[in-house]
């Protein structure tokens, strides 16, 4: 154990981890020359494609110092605080942390997060200043930033450029003497998870990292918290490819194959033990399970691939266990499930994975956020949809949830970004200033305000130099009301949301606008209202498709266009009468546009 050493790399989006990692893995020489490309770590094309990392990855390498050989297992981990989960389950992995910071942006919203995890998980922290070849970038100015915000010394601080090499080689002679190798018992086993995936020809494959003992092919295991025994097939490690191995010994990163099939028998933060040695063992203390903040509907766009599509969410769900969902139904949509999720780009991403890698045609619903409402009999209830909302004379109180926002940006944009989060309903609590041209601003806000385009209006506002993060601190009360938004006289549950009430009247002609442009035009005339409880506050018609039945009568008594004038308007109102409107799902998308400019 004493030439291991487990070590991430944490950072703000696009300061560099991914293009450190293939550094260290193209010095190391483990990989061969002609499979070297960017992003090495990266596998999913939804990653290539946006340059940005979904999933933490692990890889190990070996590196000669002084004549002495490390082994070194390097996890790869997401930067966008929709994937925080990714990084707190990496750092519970390893004994070090790399702090990557962007010599040109400095220190960004993430970062400040990423080193509260790293500290409260008690990693040793290694502060890098990444892009230092870049023309633009400000040396000097981050290490002040680093020094008087994060408390690290200048002189511990490495510069480096990953996209060139330069400075790498010191780096990892100073992770080897930095980073504590990892501590550990000889017996007996314990392992924890900290990841799986779902190979269809192998199971599941469960990514460990081995605590105490050895664990070998061949061995029956039993998982602590599902109760389940295996007989593992399989061990390896990431070299970056699955490498096959005999063992795995304590303080080591691997992957272990035991024929098992079912998802429900894996959870991610559990522990691995020897199977007759299952009652003496205590297991290791896992992770805080994560919990969605973000809910919205998935339908398969064709009712016949509901069991498709349950399929995919359980092969997914055990690729992510930060994403949960439930079976729902609705009368405009038929069968489908209530999936929650980290923020909006999770919820993107999870679509795109499922229509790409089970070739499934999805709907979704409008996004919210979860409720919690007190009933006047005393009854706590969770609302995850408007539709279950309970009515408004039952509701004492009604309480939504709210972040603690913090907002790295340039100084001369505060007014302008104050003046937004007036209107998201936001709460002034501080201000820091990081150096003379940045400025850190702390609010508290509704989760439900800042949802949709708040971070596109923060980076117009601060022409692209601003970033957020935000925490969860709990839920309040507020004087929310459901939004129902009627179609031809039927409510439509999907498009229904639920919204503050001095906001209402404007949301729902923002919501109405939009639904017009999208609902297509049908042989008689729809009306598309907004309401709150049983009074209409906006309404929009969409204007029928007309035929000129009048067209062929010329000259002559006007009685003949007056009697098919008077049959084309019966045969609208009794088209009208069973008609049924046909919503495209660009309308039920429409509900996402923010405030009317």
Known sequence: MESIRNFCIIAHIDHGKSTLADRLLEMSGFVDPRKLRNQMLDDMDLERERGITIKAKAVEIEVAIEGEVYQLNLIDTPGHVDFSYEVSRSLSACEGALLVVDAAQGIQAQTMTNVYLAMEAELEIIPVLNKIDLPTAQVDQVLTELEQSLGFDPDEVHSISAKTGLGCEKLIEHVVRRVPPPKGEDSPLRALIFDSEYDEFRGVIVY?????????????????????????????????????????????VGYCIAGIKTIKDVIVGDTITRHDRHETVESLPGYIEPKPMVFCGLYPAQGTEFHSLRGALEKLSLN?????????????????????????????????????????????????????????????????????????????????????????????????????????????????????????????????????????????????????????????????????????????????????????????????????????????????????????VARENIRALSKNVVAKCYGGDVSRKRKLMEKQKEG??????????????????????????
Request: proline share 4%; charged share 30%; hydrophobic share 40%.
């Open 208 to 252: 460990v990292r081995i605590v105490d003992g050895v664990l070998r092919k061949g061995d029956r295991i039993r998982m602590i918290g599902t109760r389940s025994s295996w007989d593992v097939v399989e061990i390896g490690k990431f070299r970056p490819d699955m490498v096959s191995t005999d063992k795995l010994g304590a303080g080591e």
């Open 572 to 597: 609208k109102r009794r088209m009208k009468s069973i008609g049924r409107v046909s919503i495209p799902q660009e309308a039920f998308l429409a509900v996402l546009s923010g405030e009317d400019s």
């Open 320 to 536: 992510d266990s930060s994403f949960s969902f439930q079976p729902e139904s609705s009368p405009a949509l038929g069968f489908g499930f209530r999936c929650g999720f980290l923020g909006l780009l999770h919820m993107e991403i999870v679509q795109e994975r499922l229509e790409r890698e089970s070739n499934l045609e999805l709907v979704q619903t409008a996004p919210n956020v979860t409720y919690k409402v007190v009933l006047r009999s005393g009854e706590k209830v969770v609302v995850h949809r408007p539709a279950d909302l309970p009515d408004t004379h039952q509701i004492q109180e009604f309480t939504e949830p709210f972040v603690n926002l913090s907002l790295i940006l340039p100084s001369k944009d505060i007014g302008g970004l104050m003046k937004l989060l007036e209107t998201r309903r936001g709460e002034y609590r501080s201000t820091e200033y990081l150096s003379p041209e940045r400025v850190l601003l702390r609010y508290e806000v509704p989760l439900a305000e800042i949802l949709y385009d708040f971070f596109d209006r923060l980076k117009s506002l601060t022409s692209g130099y601003g970033t957020m993060d935000y925490e969860l601190i709990g839920y309040r009360a507020s004087d929310l009301v459901k939004l129902r938004i009627l179609v031809a006289g039927d409510e439509v549950d999907a498009l229904s949301i639920i919204v503050h009430r001095e906001k209402a009247d404007r949301k729902g002609r923002t919501i109405l606008k939009a639904l017009r442009e999208q609902i297509p035009r049908h042989l008689f005339q729809i009306a598309i209202q907004a309401a709150i409880g049983g009074k209409i």
